[in-house]
């Protein structure tokens, strides 16, 4: 049997069991891990992409400015704009969440993207160690206990259900705001208190944590304007938003994604 070539580009350590998996099956281009494996490790502008069936990009897929996260590299990577052109006509793009500039790319070649997360049982999966890596940074950042601090969510999809589920179980009052009648209800049957978005400025000032998970700017400037350097937001989605708002000094930011890329 021939052996596919497959290019994995960085990642977090769940890339780990994923390259012990696929070595048996394949012949693997290992870029972004010289931390735990320089003798493997090949330099990203050695990699024959025209040889390539498949790119195996990290969960966040690549940034505004084509970078790849690399949780075991020292050096920053930057994927090279023609990479997807070189790859040939069937080819595959494996990534979690496909940003509009990796769609861009993708559109602007033969390959096919493929996104783990559009699968629900993945994303509902995943979500159980995001509302975990969630709890932890919250703990480290907020100056009060989890226990009766009043949380606001935004967004209840597969990833706020589990991390508005695990905060209640911790004696947070937990507060979800979304857009649609059912998920009001929803969240009121779950011991929660629903509300809609448009009613956010309400909770603003008495809220000690917030926590989005829908992929927008939702808390706008008006928003952030108000909020004191004792409250905490946590933006477990918005990737864009945390590049700009953790400019502003009389915020307390942290996105999940910024974190764990700085723990590199």
């Known amino acids: 049997m021939i052996k596919r070539k497959i290019a994995l580009l960085g990642g977090d350590q769940r890339y780990l069991a994923c390259m012990e998996k696929l070595a048996e099956v394949a012949d693997l ?13 090949v330099p990203l502008h050695l990699i024959p992409f025209e040889e390539l069936d498949a790119v195996i990009l990290p969960i966040t897929g690549i940034s505004n400015d084509d970078e790849i996260m690399a949780s075991f590299s020292q050096d920053r990577l930057y994927l090279p704009k023609d990479s997807f ?41 995943n979500a159980v160690p995001t509302a ?60 929660y208190h629903g509300f809609h978005l448009k009613d956010l400025d309400a909770y603003i000032k008495s809220t000690d944590l917030f926590i989005n998970t829908i992929p927008a700017m939702m808390l706008t400037s008006t928003v952030l304007d108000q909020l004191t350097r004792e409250q905490l937001i946590i933006d477990l989605a918005s990737l864009q938003g945390a590049l700009i708002l953790i400019m502003r000094k009389n915020v307390n930011y942290v996105s999940f994604m910024l974190w764990a890329y700085r723990q590199r």
């Open 29 to 41: 281009y290992l870029v972004g891990f010289d931390a735990i494996y320089p003798n493997e490790n």
């Open 85 to 125: 052109k070189r790859m040939k006509q069937g080819a595959f793009v494996f990534t979690g969440i496909a940003s509009k500039r990796l769609r861009e790319l993708a559109d602007d070649s033969e390959v096919t993207v493929i996104e783990i997360f559009a699968r629900d049982d993945v994303a509902i999966y």
């Open 132 to 191: 975990e890596g969630t709890i932890m940074l919250a703990i480290k950042h907020m100056k009060k206990t989890l226990y009766q601090s009043r949380v606001v969510l935004l967004g209840f999809g597969r990833v706020g259900d589990i991390v508005a589920d695990r905060f209640f179980k911790l004696g947070a009052d937990v507060f979800v705001g979304v857009r649609k009648q059912k998920d009001i209800a929803k969240a009121n049957s779950l011991g």
